[in-house]
């Protein structure tokens, strides 16, 4: 086994534990790693990732599913939705180009970043809905597929704001149906690319696995973890790969520039201030008022 062979299972299983315990993060990461450390061509890696992804979240949906987490109806109609979108946007991505794709992906991952982080404002008496709205379901669905199918990866990262910000399903809820999602939108991904694209499954098969172990890991993780926390976690993450892909669209004398670092200075200490103030306001708030900077999970999912 190669160093290279090695370090790219150990990363798969950190792959697996983001998958299991945020609900996403699976194509996003595994690209990236299949292409630059295992040295797979493009269309070889993402052919592998969907294999990847697919099967640690259908297979991550276990422990979920054994704890409640997982709304079986919301899930499949939403799985069978997203893929009608995901076909209807990769026909369209073939009139766009790349850049531009990437560049609204990245500006969409920052702005679901930033709705995950500020949390859904809500009422303390509002019900946690056992399984969403059919309508509701399709319509997210259709265009969640829409926008995962243009850019060629995501899932996750929006499926999970769509169902917790949206839905008003719990994190840990959000994250269990989500996995059903993914799963199903992988597959048929892979089922398109394998007519055309040769998989190495040997290396495929050592991936899976690792990230299938780590899967299991950050699903057990997943309901030890507070729920702001959790969704706050992931809001960060996204927001990170977002000013990553981001980056990568922008011309390379940019990062040069004195004004593009001085915009950013400004804006990280505003960014920095506000935090503060808030966090100042909410300390002082009387004791009974309640705070409503995110869903409580209840003390029992399965409904």
């Not at 990847?52 to 799985?79: C, D, E, K, N, Y």
């Not at 920052?110 to 404002?121: K, N, V």
């Not at 509701?136 to 969640?144: A, E, K, L, S, T």
């Amino acid at each position: 086994m190669t160093m290279a062979l090695i370090v790219t299972v150990i990363l798969a299983a950190g792959i697996g534990v983001t998958l299991g315990l945020l609900g996403g993060g699976g194509s996003i990461l595994a690209v990236p790693l299949l292409v630059y450390v295992a040295d797979l061509p493009a269309k070889e890696a993402i052919a592998t990732s969907l294999l990847v992804v697919g099967a640690t979240s259908a297979i991550g949906v276990i422990p979920h599913a054994r704890r409640g987490r997982v709304r079986w109806r919301t899930g499949l109609i939403f799985g069978f939705a997203g893929m009608t979108g995901a076909y209807a946007g990769g026909r369209v991505a073939v009139y766009i180009s790349g850049a531009v794709l990437l560049t609204a992906f990245a500006l969409m991952m920052l702005a679901t970043a930033i709705a995950m982080i500020r949390g859904r404002r809500s009422r303390p008496d509002r019900p946690v809905p056992h399984e969403l709205p059919v309508l509701r379901v399709i319509v997210d669905g259709v265009v969640v597929g829409l926008v995962t199918g243009l850019v060629g990866a995501g899932g996750g990262f929006l499926v999970v704001p769509a169902l917790a910000l949206i839905g008003g399903l719990p994190m840990p809820v959000a994250v269990g149906t989500s996995l059903l999602v993914i799963a199903m939108k992988s597959f048929a991904g892979l089922g398109g690319y394998l007519a055309d694209v040769h998989i190495n499954w040997e290396l495929a098969a050592a991936v899976t696995v690792a990230a299938i172990v780590g899967s299991l890991l950050g699903g057990k993780l997943a309901g030890r973890v507070h729920e702001d926390l959790l969704r706050k976690a992931f809001g960060w993450f996204v927001l990170g790969m977002g000013v990553f892909v981001l980056a990568q669209q922008l011309p390379a004398r940019l990062w040069s520039s004195p004004q593009l670092w001085t915009v950013i200075s400004v804006l990280a200490a505003a960014t920095v201030g506000i935090a503060l103030v808030v966090r100042r306001r909410r300390h002082h708030a009387p004791a009974n008022q309640p705070r409503h900077d995110g869903e409580r999970v209840s003390g029992s999912h399965g409904h």
